[in-house]
């Protein structure tokens, strides 16, 4: 059990497009998601905790109005990248909280290439 | 907020040998101490993970350390083998329902055969 689900796994946009990435846990419930970002050979970053039914926390430096999050249901988190610039270039990855435990859980990511 | 530094960036040891990955955290209410494995181009893995009320956690070769006086923790790994090779992370948050992850920098474990 345990599974985490993102899709897409990779995608290459035009600058000024948007991106939308789905993050969803398969086998259990999660009232909390983080989107993470990461670049290469570095450290994940959180860029937002993402709670069922209520707005995204987001992490100092990150804006809200260019990474669009939105948690509709227990299962699914979506993140959105909103007017896309090559510097958005990055790994994008989701990991889910399950429901009254402190494990968190990892999709496996979404490479995000802005032309 | 937290901070999380980890110790050494890379690590290189011949097969069989043990491996000690070392992180210290700045926030005393942290109490929640996972270890992610994250193979090149894939998802991070947890490993182990320990809570403050505990000072060690074994689990086959891999065993992690905690003191919380010193406020760092340990991870150590044993008989290492080729698949061990990949990037370590720890990381540390507080339990609840507003327990981010902070995550160290990592350590890219290199296992020689």
């Known amino acids: 059990g345990a599974v985490v689900s993102q899709h897409p796994s990779w995608v290459i946009c035009k600058s000024g497009t948007s991106v939308k990435i789905e993050c969803r846990s398969l086998d259990f419930q999660a009232t909390t998601m983080f989107w993470y970002r990461q670049f290469p050979k570095q450290s994940l970053m959180l860029m937002a905790t993402?709670?069922?039914?209520?707005?995204?926390?987001?992490e100092q430096g990150v804006e809200k109005d260019k990474f669009l999050i939105n948690h509709a249901s227990l299962t699914l988190s979506t993140l959105t990248v909103t007017s896309a610039h090559p510097e958005d270039s990055s790994f994008y990855i989701c990991?889910?909280?399950?429901?009254?435990?402190?494990?968190?859980?990892f999709g496996p990511g979404t490479r995000l290439t802005v032309l | 907020g937290e901070n999380v530094e980890q110790h050494p960036s890379t690590l290189s040891v011949q097969e069989g040998d043990s491996a000690v990955i070392k992180c210290t955290y700045s926030?005393?209410?942290?109490?929640?101490f996972p270890w992610y494995k994250q193979e090149l181009g894939k998802r991070p893995q947890l490993i182990i993970d320990i809570r403050s009320n505990v000072g060690e956690k074994k689990d086959q070769r891999i065993a992690v350390t905690l003191n919380k006086t010193a406020k760092h923790f340990s991870l150590h790994i044993t008989e290492t083998q080729p698949e061990d090779s990949a990037v370590y992370f720890c990381a540390a948050s507080m339990t609840g329902s507003q327990g981010n992850l902070i995550f160290g920098k990592g350590t890219k474990l290199s296992v020689k055969p």
């Open positions: 993402s709670n069922e039914g209520s707005k995204a926390t987001y």
């Open positions: 926030d005393s209410a942290s109490n929640y």
């Open positions: 990991s889910a909280r399950k429901v009254q435990t402190d494990t968190q859980y």
